[in-house]
């Protein structure tokens, strides 16, 4: 396998070929075979990358940069076409091709009631946005990351509109994708910008220690950076739902459940994190930016936490706690601990697919039911599905040894060793995140159904291929925090930290080392435990029993109920002006002064042309007269200008 | 050689040519004058050939002639337009049963 870095184009390519079989074929081809060729693209891209990764992970392996064909030539500038693999990108392909192929398989079961038409299509759209996200890993410069940015933008509109023949479900997806576009032009502009400023987009060149950007800048550049770094972030904020952006993704919980899986946990929102984590040089180098992306992942945390507290659906309780999860995410990044940022994207994937994928095999179960307040002692029926979606639980709340414990710590004691205030806020989450998680369960699987009879003889456990990959998630949701063990527990135990060092190295030696004492991070650690564990308990015990939920909240709970208004407020503030504006630009200004110009100038055309056609007498004399009467003009011209 | 006189020759010809296809009305004559115009130009073309050629002795006489063969070519294209300007006439009769050119309106405004 020494040369499986020539076989890295097939990575990408084998989902994209698998999307025009299917797709082109979704008429002809049987709905077994469709989930077939499309699961087994995955699947073999999956192997790939393993085996890439063990090629990555071996010792003193240097990043691999492969240049395939130019791609634009102009002037003194030349992007390729290119990939780089390294540790970030290796580790970033096992996610999306394993928690992908996972979602495939989940996917032949939860779909088999569609048509074959609609079947075929589903995996098609899915194998694309595959392909976008593993494209957008694999680039080697802004601009390939840019095109597999784009695509996971059209994918999911395309998934969330899946059921298009339902109006809010379009709406949802066109919000999704006016939201992804405003964020768009962000990135694309930091990345013009960037280009205009070092000439180059390429990582290998940009990010060169010797020759890159930190070369060029002996005394940094504050503004230039921190305007590229902003631009890059305002494109991570739509792509990874954050404030002010996030409003999307609550929304996108319109399209099939393991679409959300798919959005959520491998592909999407993750691009925003990996594109900082990409460019963490960059944003090393410009600390007002860090300190803006910091705040913006805590607030948006706590916000979409809160916010969470008091959803009813349990995708929309699932879509605002991945909000509040990016949150942290960005908090990590911010606070410069871009390994805590990546290791907490992984264990997100795996708990977060498995919630999903878990709340997929409750709606089945419940034949289509998505109100949690009608749902309750599940776990009676659905053994398998309740003890996975308990493990994720566990997982996303932080208790040990679930994999998010190591993940969520580790980005809060990084907060603590920046500032305490950021430490408090983010514990603050987390007790939101381990106190709406455990409502969500008591009231899915604990207590006596809130449904009728018909409901409750339907519900059953869900097939092979739903349960098997939630106890695959499950497994990984409770070992995968094992690779990040900190110091404190296990010399070398943070195996991440070590896998992807080289990617960081330059922007540890740039940022100044925070360590902390050993018996703070005991102290840390004793308490957010202590503190999430309590509030589990309580939730627990105060929804188990089926407290009946109330429709009528007042004060502050309403203003939480309603999402804090934010809809009603960006629709007052940008939508709506944004439409009468163009009302008045469609009615006034295009039908008067445009239509009224170039139909003007037709007009004005036509009745020239009447008015001259009356020389046309028909009269050969006059014609003859004409023509005496122009050749005396041109001699009397010819006379005067000698 | 007086060139005036072939010039006022050739000016003289050329005004009662256009007199007469501004003020007679039958088709043929105006034909006529129309010719009439066009060949007072010839006169003039050879006129100043000939006087070129007598002030400049040392001209080649190829290029001296220049414009008297010029005048053939004008001749044989004007009579091949003649004949096609006839027959034009002739077919205007045939249906008009008149070579009036004022009853010719049918292609006002």
Redesign the interface.
């Known amino acids: 396998m020494e040369n499986i870095f020539d076989l890295v184009y097939w990575i990408p390519l084998l989902p994209f070929l698998g999307f025009l079989i299917v797709g082109l074929g979704r008429k002809s081809i049987s709905k077994n075979v469709a989930g077939i060729i499309a699961s087994g693209c995955i699947f073999i891209s999956f192997c790939l990358s393993v085996f890439v990764f063990l090629q990555v992970s071996k010792q003193g392996f240097v990043a691999q940069h492969i240049s395939y064909f130019p791609f634009i030539h102009f002037g003194k500038i030349s992007i390729p076409f290119e990939f780089q693999v390294d540790q970030l990108t290796s580790l970033f392909l096992l996610i999306i091709t394993g928690v992908g192929f996972l979602i495939h398989v989940y996917s032949t079961s939860y779909m088999k009631e569609e048509s074959q038409e609609g079947f075929g299509r589903y995996f098609s759209y899915l194998n694309l946005f595959v392909f976008s996200m593993l494209l957008l890993v694999l680039g080697g410069n802004y601009l390939v990351m840019f095109i597999g940015w784009e695509g996971v933008g059209l994918c999911s509109y395309l998934l969330i509109g899946f059921w298009f023949k339902n109006n809010d479900y379009n709406n949802a997806a066109r919000k999704a994708f006016v939201m992804n576009r405003i964020g768009d032009v962000g990135f694309l502009l930091g990345i013009f910008w960037l280009l205009s400023a070092f000439g180059s987009v390429s990582y290998h060149e940009l990010f060169n220690a010797e020759t890159g950007i930190i070369s060029k800048l002996s005394n940094p550049d504050a503004t230039v950076l921190t305007g590229i770094t902003m631009l890059l972030f305002v494109g991570a904020t739509g792509k990874s739902a954050q404030i002010p952006l996030y409003t999307w993704l609550p929304d996108a919980m319109a399209g099939p459940t393991p679409v959300s899986a798919l959005i959520h946990a491998a592909t999407m929102v993750t691009a925003g994190i990996y594109m900082i984590a990409r460019s963490n040089i960059l944003y090393s180098l410009s600390p007002v930016t860090m300190s803006v992306v910091a705040i913006i992942g805590l607030s948006t945390a706590i916000l979409a936490a809160l916010i969470a507290l008091k959803q009813n659906d349990i995708k929309k309780v699932l879509a605002y706690s991945t909000v509040s999860q990016l949150g942290y995410m960005f908090l990590g990044l911010g606070v410069g601990a871009y390994t805590a940022a990546v290791f907490h994207v992984m264990t997100h994937a795996f708990f977060k697919a498995l919630l999903f994928l878990g709340a997929g095999s409750v709606i089945h179960a419940m034949g289509g039911e998505q109100d949690i307040r009608k749902m309750g002692g599940l776990s009676k029926k659905m053994r398998i599905t309740y003890l996975t979606f308990f493990i994720a639980c566990l997982a996303i709340s932080g208790i040990p040894p679930f994999s998010g414990f190591f993940s969520k710590d580790e980005i809060l004691s990084a907060a603590f060793a920046q500032s305490p205030v950021l430490y408090i806020i983010g514990l603050g989450g987390a007790l939101l995140t381990a106190f709406y998680m455990f409502r969500l369960l008591a009231l899915t699987f604990a207590g006596k159904f809130r449904g009728n009879d018909e409901q409750w003889q339907h519900v059953h456990e869900s097939p092979a291929a739903i349960t098997i990959p939630l106890i695959i998630l499950a497994i990984l949701s409770t070992v995968g925090g094992f690779i990040g063990i900190p110091e404190l527990f296990a010399e070398n135990g943070h195996k991440l930290a070590g896998f992807l060092a080289p990617v960081f190295s330059v922007s540890a030696a740039i940022l100044p080392a925070h360590q902390l004492a050993h018996q703070t991070e005991i102290i840390l650690l004793g308490v957010s435990v202590i503190l999430i564990v309590s509030i589990c308990i309580w939730a627990w015990s105060k929804y188990a029993k089926g407290s009946p939920v109330t429709d009528k909240e007042a004060g502050f709970s309403k203003v939480i109920k309603n999402k804090f208004y934010i809809d009603e407020i960006y629709d007052t503030v940008i939508v709506r002006p944004l439409k009468s504006l163009s009302g008045f630009l469609a009615h006034v200004v295009d039908k008067s002064a445009i239509d009224g110009l170039v139909n003007g100038v037709g007009k004005s055309i036509s009745y020239g042309s009447r008015q001259i056609?009356?020389l046309?007498?028909?009269?050969?004399?006059t014609y003859?007269?004409m023509m005496?009467l122009g050749m005396l003009l041109l001699f009397i011209i010819q006379m005067f200008t000698k | 050689m007086e060139i005036g006189w072939y010039i006022f020759l050739s000016i003289a010809l050329f005004c009662i040519g256009v007199i007469g296809a501004l003020t007679r009305r039958n088709a043929i004559i105006v034909f006529m004058c129309i010719e009439l115009m066009l060949n007072s130009v010839n006169l003039l073309l050879v006129a100043f050939s000939k006087m070129h050629m007598a002030s400049t002795p040392a001209l080649d006489i190829s290029v001296a002639t220049n414009a008297q063969i010029f005048v053939f070519f004008i001749m044989i294209v004007a009579a091949a337009e003649v004949s096609v300007g006839l027959a034009i006439i002739v077919m205007m009769y045939r249906n008009t049963h008149s070579i009036d050119i004022n009853f010719l309106n049918r292609l006002k405004n």
């Open positions: 056609r009356l046309q007498s028909g009269q050969v004399g003859i007269f005496v």
